[in-house]
């Protein structure tokens, strides 16, 4: 009887991950556009009240806008949108932390604006074939796709 419900269980849960991570990968578009409804609303309640985002609260904002891309998602999404700024970072790298506060603002500000330029990152030593696959050859390394195409930067390294 143990093993019947052992095994009963261990189904249960592989056919609800199988669930789960279709439904993620069809619906992710959909929840990011939910996520920016919910942003603004919250945007526009603290307006109202006078309250500022702290630092802690702007990162956790751009995390919902900023796409987290990986080996499955990485082309759909930059080909998904117009315009793409795809952030190639490593967590070991100390220029990608320190540009990851700047981008997560630039995130922010950029929706504020109401700009359709569509913000990712990835980590490139997780996801080594979305990073082959965008181009991203070191960290932290920026690109920009323009209706899936990357287009070449040549203006200078200074900030």
């Known amino acids: 009887m143990l093993k019947f419900i052992?095994?009963?269980?261990?189904?249960?849960?592989?056919?609800?991950?199988n669930v789960v991570t279709q439904c993620s990968e069809v619906d992710e578009v959909d929840e990011f556009d939910e996520l920016l409804a919910l942003d603004d609303e919250l945007e526009r309640e603290s307006e109202a009240g006078g309250v500022k985002f702290s630092e802690?609260?702007?990162?956790?904002?751009?995390?919902?806008?900023?796409?987290?891309?990986?080996?499955?998602?990485?082309?759909?999404?930059?080909?998904?949108?117009?315009?793409?700024?795809v952030l190639g970072y490593a967590p070991w790298c100390s220029r990608s932390a320190e540009l990851m506060?700047?981008?997560?603002?630039?995130?922010?500000?950029?929706?504020?604006?109401?700009?359709?330029?569509?913000l990712a990152k990835v980590d490139g030593d997780r996801y080594t074939k979305a990073a082959s696959f965008l181009g991203i050859k070191g960290y932290p390394t920026l690109l920009l796709f323009v209706n899936g195409?990357?287009?070449p930067y040549s203006g200078g390294f200074t900030a």
């Open 101 to 118: 506060p700047h981008f997560a603002e630039a995130a922010n500000s950029l929706k504020e604006l109401g700009n359709s330029l569509v």
């Open 56 to 85: 802690a609260e702007t990162l956790t904002k751009a995390q919902r806008i900023v796409f987290e891309l990986n080996n499955e998602n990485s082309e759909r999404i930059v080909n998904g949108y117009e315009f793409v700024l």
């Open 6 to 17: 052992n095994f009963s269980l261990t189904l249960f849960l592989l056919l609800t991950f």
């Open 149 to 151: 195409t990357s287009q």
